[in-house]
């Protein structure tokens, strides 16, 4: 198993404290926190979190 390829957010700027990180795997995308990724992460079906999304970018 390879280990997944984490990104910032877009939203994220390098003062910013509170960021997430996002991978995208096979039928699903992988969300930590910046600051705690020894917490590990949480997934979220693909479909879930593109309409996460659709709804976070609309406003």
Do not use: I
């Amino acid at each position: 198993m390879t280990t997944p390829e984490f990104r910032k957010s877009s939203y994220s700027t390098p003062q910013s404290q509170n960021c997430v990180e996002v991978a995208d795997v096979p039928g699903a995308s992988l969300v930590r926190d910046t600051q705690n990724r020894h917490l590990g992460h949480v997934e979220y079906p693909a479909d879930a979190w593109a309409a996460f999304l659709a709804v976070a970018t609309s406003r």
